[in-house]
């Protein structure tokens, strides 16, 4: 009975090719009814014994990673062996994948390097060939032949890895720009820029990924500092980017004000018309959006702000007593006899306004409801769970890469601002407005 070598691959237009052994040593038996045979073993030939019949034994010992192409009628096909303990990853060349596919090396080229010149079907076809074959195109060929790396960069901005990777606004872009460059099989880098790089001598430091030329363009993630804004704006700098939530000639950005009146209308409809606001430092486009969307919302539906008093932003000039700032301001909001009914805030300060309450000895959403501006995930790890304003980041990521990729090819409008309205999911902490 013939035995299945583990992780072998028989092709459909050889039904008669069977693995009868595999031997301890990796040594593999073929045995193939063929007429005409040849077997391309890394530019060695297999040895190849009679059988009688019409069959042809092969015998190869499996020192690499294998690829046995067999020629069969005039035709081209192959056998894959993926490789096991011990065995070394071969390198598949372009000619190879070619021969298996059964057409030239420029056409292969174009398929896989997605330039016009094949059919699409064609093109599907000896891509998944290629994979199969665990091909991987040498990044020096292709720098020498496009003039490009093929990489993308994200640069994240902020003062260090650590701190900048866990904030509320930079952790989702992160994770979704590496889960679009992922599907989208894209090679990438990421770096976090201090807001003020300088070098030994004091003088501005622009990115690793820039300087060295390790990139095509990059996507920018947070609030721009005016020196890095220069040296990209500079005549002559090289290098396409798009910035996510910063105003720039090419940026994808949510619409935060329109999903703060949106949040404000929703409340409204409730019955709330006591609302009161906390956000951020507005030196940062999305807090000042959401600020201004507040205000129209506030003029349009005649609220009560107290005068204003129920309005406030959590940016104290001493930034080491944020949090105590933050819990200093929601204690004010929520302990005054004449109280907001309703809250919104904007992630982590959202989670604090229900820690707040609670210790006030009031209860979310029975006494106060709360909106907090920030992801599912956060949304989702408070308890009650937060009615959130969600900024839709998977998709900001997508069509900031989109918008990239566009300028690295030289297509598309010279300039482009794209507005994502983020979208009301509502949770735990929002009810109707308590009669007081």
């Not at 060939?129 to 994200?154: D, N, V």
């Amino acid at each position: 009975m013939p035995v299945a070598l583990p992780g072998a691959t028989v092709p459909p237009t050889l039904p008669s090719l069977r693995v009868i052994r595999a031997a301890p040593k990796c040594v593999l038996l073929l045995s193939v009814y063929v007429s005409t045979l040849a077997v391309k073993f890394h530019g060695r030939r297999g040895l190849v014994t009679g059988m009688g019949s019409g069959y042809r034994r092969i015998s190869l010992r499996l020192e690499d990673r294998a690829v046995y192409f067999m020629r069969f009628r005039g035709k081209v096909s192959y056998v894959w062996l993926n490789s096991g303990d011990g065995v070394r990853e071969s390198k598949v060349t372009i000619y190879e994948v070619a021969e298996a596919a059964g057409v030239s090396h420029t056409a292969a080229s174009m398929a896989l390097s997605g330039r016009p010149g094949v059919s699409e079907v064609q093109r599907q076809r000896i891509q998944k060939i290629s994979q199969a074959m665990g091909y991987k195109p040498r990044l020096a060929a292709q720098m020498l032949a496009s003039g490009k790396t093929g990489h993308i960069g994200l640069i994240a901005m902020g003062s260090g890895a650590t701190t900048t990777a866990a904030e509320g606004f930079t952790s989702p872009i992160l994770t979704a720009f590496l889960y679009v460059c992922a599907t989208r099989n894209q090679r990438n880098l990421v770096e976090f820029q201090p807001p003020t790089a300088t070098d030994a001598d004091g003088r501005f430091e622009p990115p690793r990924q820039l300087s060295g030329g390790l990139v095509d363009g990059v996507v920018l993630a947070g609030h721009v500092s005016s020196s890095l804004r220069q040296w990209l704006e500079a005549k002559g700098c090289p290098y396409p980017w798009v910035s996510i939530d910063e105003p720039a000639d090419y940026s994808v950005l949510a619409a935060a004000d329109e999903g703060i009146e949106k949040a404000v209308a929703m409340l409204v409809g409730l019955g709330h018309r006591r609302i009161g606001f906390l956000g951020g430092a507005t030196q940062f486009t999305t807090h000042r959006l959401k600020l201004e969307g507040f205000m129209r919302a506030v003029a349009r539906h005649s609220l009560d702000t107290n005068n204003g008093e129920w309005i406030s932003s959590n940016d104290p000039a001493d930034r080491s007593r944020l949090v105590e700032h933050r819990v200093a301001i929601l204690t004010r909001l929520l302990s005054g006899r004449r109280r907001p009914t309703a809250l919104i805030a904007h992630g982590v300060t959202a989670r604090d306004a229900v820690l707040v309450a609670a210790r006030l000895g009031l209860g979310v959403p029975r006494d106060v409801s709360i909106v907090s501006y920030c992801t599912a995930a956060e949304a989702a790890i408070c308890e009650p769970a937060l009615t959130a304003i969600e900024p839709p980041f998977t998709t900001m990521v997508e069509r900031a890469i989109s918008l990239l990729q566009d300028r690295i090819d030289g297509i598309g409008p010279r300039c482009a601002c794209e507005w994502i309205t983020p979208e009301i999911v509502m949770r735990d902490t929002v009810a109707k407005a308590s009669p007081t």
